[in-house]
Each structure stands twice: as structure tokens, then as C-alpha cells.
């Protein structure tokens, strides 16, 4: 779905949550890698699936932060295939960012409900180190956080809900090599250790877990 058509939708913090909870049902929202993708995608679609199940799709909505960037990977949105086959609702909550954005991104097919939130970032945190937009309405809406994985952005987001004292769920799964190589490559950037930042937020959290 073209991610154009909604430019005329972008709402503001307290619009968006109020349009989120108008739908009247329990968010459970999935984080994690989006562009860079998994090395084991078949792992996480297992467990991804595991996590729906736990869920009636009756009563739930399921949600990412998750956008498909063209030439790269679904990562975490491949969620809404197996949300729909399930009969659930879904969910994207995207910072307005995108629709400005050199890189080309669209909806994921399967997303019945997209919102467009006025973020001058790509969620997170701010550069003073505050909730970004798009993450206050996670927070605000979100019952409960299931992580796979992810970088800096999921790590702001996954460190948030666990301050907040909300539900979480993790799942140590590492990006995709070949994909995270080619765009360090490109970009120059140097990606440390495959299983992403949110693995070490969410290891300095449970050092005896």
C-alpha cells in the first residue's frame, strides 16, 4: 500500500491514541528488526505464531512500527501475514518521517488500520533523550510489547515499556548477515554484534535470567 495516500491522515499524539483505543480493543504491538530483516525468518514466523495463539483474534488488535523499505527486507511486519490468517485485526503506527523520506516505504499488506503520527523522527527517543511521538502512542495504547530482536530504535522502544511497567516479551533474533552487510556497505555504518541493540538492553534488564 502506498504509503502517500495517508499523508492527508497524519494526526497528532493525543488524536492518534484517541483513534487507536476508538477501535476498542486490546493492542498487542510487535517490535523488532524491520529492513535489515532475520537470518532465521522461518524461527521467528514460528514464534511469532506461538504469540499469536496466546491471543483471541476476537478481542485483539495486533500492531507494528514496522514500514517495508523498497529493496530490503519485511523484518518484523511479516506479523501481519500470520495476524490475518488468524483472523486478527492489525495495526501500523508510523511516525510521519516516512512520507518525506529519500528511501522509498510502504504499508505491509494485511494492515487494516494505518496511523500516521506527526514525528519529526523515526521513533525512540528524541534527540534530548524523550519518548518520541510515535513511541508515546505505543506506550499509550499498547497492552502488551512482543520484541524480536532489533536496533536502536527498538531498544528506546523496549527499554520505555519495561520502565513503564508494561508487559514484554523477547525473542533473542538476529538480523539477516548478508542484507546488514551490503547496507553497511552502502552507508558506512558498522553493526557491532548481529543481535541488535534491543538484545543488550534486554540482557542488562535480565543479567540472571
Do not use: N
Not at 491471543?55 to 518484523?76: C, K, N, W, Y
Not at 506479523?79 to 516505504?105: D, E, M, N
Not at 505505543?138 to 508494561?166: N, P, Y
Amino acid at each position: 500500500m502506498e504509503l502517500s495516500a495517508h499523508a492527508a491522515a497524519v494526526r497528532d499524539v493525543a488524536a492518534a491514541v484517541q483513534a487507536v483505543r476508538a477501535l476498542g480493543k486490546p493492542v498487542v504491538t510487535f517490535g523488532g528488526f524491520g529492513e535489515l530483516g532475520y537470518e532465521d525468518e522461518a524461527q521467528v514466523l514460528e514464534r511469532c505464531s506461538a504469540e499469536l495463539d496466546r491471543h483471541d483474534p476476537a478481542r485483539t488488535l495486533v500492531a507494528t512500527g514496522t514500514l517495508l523499505t523498497e529493496g530490503f527486507r519485511s523484518g518484523i511486519a511479516m506479523v501481519y501475514a500470520l495476524a490475518k490468517a488468524r483472523g486478527f485485526a492489525t495495526a501500523g503506527i508510523h511516525p510521519s518521517v516516512a512520507l518525506h523520506h529519500p528511501k522509498r516505504h510502504a504499508i505491509a499488506p494485511g494492515v487494516d488500520h494505518v496511523f500516521m503520527v506527526d514525528d519529526a523522527t523515526w521513533g525512540g527517543v528524541d534527540d534530548a533523550g524523550m519518548p518520541s511521538s510515535t513511541l508515546q502512542v505505543l506506550l499509550a495504547v499498547s497492552d502488551e510489547f512482543i520484541v524480536f530482536g532489533g536496533g536502536h530504535h527498538t531498544a528506546h522502544e523496549l527499554l520505555a515499556f519495561l520502565q513503564a511497567g508494561k508487559p514484554v516479551r523477547f525473542h533473542d533474533a538476529p538480523m539477516h548477515r548478508a542484507t546488514t552487510d551490503r547496507w553497511c556497505r552502502d552507508s558506512g555504518a558498522c553493526i557491532g554484534d548481529y543481535r541488535g541493540a534491543a538484545f543488550h538492553v534486554w540482557r542488562s534488564r535480565h543479567a540472571d535470567a
